[in-house]
């Protein structure tokens, strides 16, 4: 099976996270290939970084047949950012989003759940993100550790640290499952479950077994109503990276590097 | 990996109807025993019947360990049955209803699906299923082909056209997934596929890829909230097995059989 | 009129407890008999003991019409216990659950009720109980003692002064109603009310002036819908307590003792 | 026990009516006191005559204690009409409006209930007062007959005719009881449930068994917040019966009356 | 174009204070005719205030055409207080209240609003008010300064400093957006503003640009259901005004108060 | 007051359309600048549109203030797009989306509206709109035409035929208000309102009276949580129209243009 995830920002080491953390999940035989859009934010913390990333994310799976050849499966690397439901549109392939994969699981572990991530500013975006899934009403807080997106990686103690005030608080207050409410953290999960006593989720391991499920039960997006195909018309200067003579930057399997 | 799948009912067939679509559904290496409880109604059709069948299959599964020897996860087989929250409580591992499973898997998949079901009966404790796990608000409709869950296996023909109906029905509304409200006919699934033109989801084969991939996560339930461990107590007959002096049924792998 | 009483536990003392709070609710000329189940747990305190309680209480409604002859209504004495809807398609009295009793009166004298009950393992329950009888938009919060049901009854000062303080900060907090969140607790409203400084609600009286009305507005169960009355089907081993070879305990009223 | 029933509009046989079912619904020693108030609308059918009502039947509650003597408890008899929490910051006893009255009981004899009223124009008036209440979540529909609330009593044949045919239609759709949706139609019940083969629900019989039961669990308002007492101050011109020089129409009980 | 605003009190300076933010608001060519009620209370906190209140600017608005000549909008300025759906029955022309006039201004600016008003007693009421326009969701809370309405105006240095406290720790808890929850208190937002970071939006001035721009745009109230104009009948002593020969005081544009 | 209008599209004969409608809406003195963005759809029917137009309007407004000088409000004219929190962050004036802005006048002169748009793909898009700003509890309905956008203009007699239908369904089945689903349509005001009758609100105009209105309250975006101000970064390529040397086609009012 191959499974393509595409990252929300154009950071690739935050890339190669991501995948590394896909393939950790992965199911023996599952390859991933990651893509960094061509264009588009550093990092995704807020309204308008989602928007652009949203476009630029689009634009990397418009070209990503010819760039990367057939895949099974999509994973959207991006916690509580837009852009689902267009490329279930575009692609005949089943699409998981991270934010609602995670959401999906923590309501198999637990009754309630809370999100712990970057810069409180996104909460409102993963607030969005859950409803838009139907997935909101479990969710017990959505809380912050105030540190920006590509902080997170630097210091991984001062990071664990971090998250750990959050989620005990959380806990305390009802939460029995905590998601880490970013990509590109999985790192963090066994030790702060340690430190605060409950399962944490990360979003791209849980997109990953779900897209194998999906693939595996050969379900795919229904076309009946919102997402049908898009449809054919005039999109001018699209996709943007052919405009700007710049590609998705393709982050082959470990296999296919030598 | 190894699962165990209980049935709501004390209809073998169906047990083996059930374990026949979850092995289907599993990874190579996951084996799957099933087990039909040692009491409780033939087939589950309303509350009397699902109370009735909570308390049969949480019998069941505390008897299991010494039955079945250990298991990785737990699929609760019985749509819109009582008892996924008791069994969380009562085991280690991660517990997978059939119900939620088939949501969370269509929810990925479409904007709005819809339920069809054996009897009109039965549309309540679905609801209540459904919305006790937070997964209600993109269910469209739960509707009935009003044939007893015993006459589904009887004649495929006419169950499969039963089915046809509500659920071409529910498309015209506004759903663009179908969930086959009741376990065991995992069967139906490519020929209303065909009849209605939008994916169908089997709750067995989805409570199998979702129940593997906690496992394959490492996620357990949450234990800090609802889900703690039962309290020890005295629970006067309990198990009712025992006092019966009947044991739940062990439906082992083919591999075992011989 | 006579009411039937159903304790959802087998702890005897706790089911006279309740028989009595009815009993000084009651009209003149209203009789209450009173059944302890003939098996489950000696307290419900969780998810695993609320569901074999459902089934046991159901047994002993099964079995009651040839112990305790003919009845006008039940009332269902477990707060925030599974298995209202059930005994509502089996009998064809009307049935009236505590938890749903308090809530119906409370929302009468009040704009926000607390429910402060005895576990906060129970909460998720009591909160289930609520939204599914469609009476949660008006509860404020369910808070707990953390006292385990059994050790209630021992020390009526402790007891006292341990619901006092959530029932206080639950009033501060913006509810202008508390309800007792555990049956057997009546003895405690007037110390509670002079505590607090608001009405307090127990489910036991509440479901018995409710059960009366019904009776004396000839009022029964609607058979519509979901509360039609059970098919009738092999159910093996049911009712338990017959393969058991025990019974309920009766509580007769007191004028049937001599 | 002493009730005080107040009639939202100005036609004194509606009263007579309302207070005539009152008394079929009260336990013997219950005495119904009814009110038609000084002034407002001689039906209550939108908002301004509902607003209008309020005020009249406020004003009518504030010169009741030296009108009628002591109550115990107020029967608010105005379906989907407004006033009912200014009644409850104004009096020390108990008062229940019928409309909410009918959903309570409504809520423990059937899943979903719908409401029948005379016009439609009304239904707003009905949703706005069942979801103040909390009681709106499991209300299916409120359907109208579109018969003037003053023609309702001219034709009995006519009116339970018109009524069969929504009770029916929403019977079909879901619902498994109705509720009378106006006041002063007792009469009708009856007949209508063997129309459309449910229960039905009269708000003015349900308000009194709750008022009494009430008063019997010694259950007042809670003063706590939005229901405290209201201020002193000048309100000019209030009451206006005086300033009208003209009394609300006490209704006696039948003893009284020679 | 003229507008007409109801002051929902009988304190005549209230009025001029309410018409004074009126027509700094309103466009040039704008003018604004203010009524106090002929009646009610000097002061509205509480439900029987507002039930009061309501009948009395009714009755202000009945005979409002006589009194003060043809009109292009209304604005009902009562924060939290009844009544709106009968004045829109009542009138050809635009009905705008002040409560869910700022509501709808403050969900363009922010993401979640939160209500500062005088007494907490009032907050049910406006949570009522909101919740009826559709306008609830995205209230983050109602909290008050607990000052009584008359003594808002005395002191503006302490009023301003009792709403910093409210202002500032809804910000903190999440609101972005503050709104002035009571009439005629415009004279603080600047101050408001400044102390606590965010936008505060006044309902008056809110009202006033909503109902000139419903003016301008040709919008009326539309007829088809529940605001069809009310049914001819007969409703005993209304107007009261007319029988306690008493008019609304007409607050004439300074124009014509020479 | 200058405002800035953007269209969603690239067609500019829509702009066009827009432009006019809101110059007809504007009060005197108020000039309209139009946008037509540099890339993106010729029009908008689903996510994929919707996605890739919100990146291409941010563009064209963050290039704006050089292009076409200072505004004062912003109105987004797309219906059910996405991108209006983005241009909150991004502007220190009003931003005022005509989804929101109809409903939001809707919600002043009905109960309950209906949406009539072009094609039924796009509903989900225009109820996640009218969901995330809070707006969606009363909107009864949103129905399809199912014409194509660019062929909404083709023929004035079919499009207003086209309307019509549902517009009238939606009337009988309860709206009291139709929102216009597209922009560039407030010529089909008025015939729809004669042949609905009831009124008919076009987003656009009801944009531009909120803008002036909160220009002239001198209300702004809060700042203090999710709309703050975009974080400094890099953004590879963006703005997109810098890369692709196209820029926004400005649109100047009448008074500028020769």
Known sequence: MHLL???CNTTEAMTEDMAAAARTAATPGTEITALTPAWGPESCEGWLDSFISAAAVLDALTTAPEAVGPFDAVVMSGFGEHGRQAARELL???VVDITEAAAHLALLIGERFAVVTSLSRTAPLIEESLRGSGLIERCHAIDAVDLPVLALDADPD?????FAGPARAAVAAGADVIVLGCAGMAGL???LEADCGVPVVDGVGAAVVLAEGL???ALVTGRAHGYAHPLPKVRRGWPVSAALGRSAVVHRPPAYRS
Chains 1, 2, 3, 4, 5, 6 share one sequence.
Do not use: G
């Open 92 to 94: 005949d392939v089943p």
């Open 158 to 162: 001062r990071t664990a640290a971090a």
């Open 189 to 191: 999960r066994e030790r």
């Open 215 to 217: 693939v595996r039960l």
């Open 5 to 7: 995830l595409t990252n």
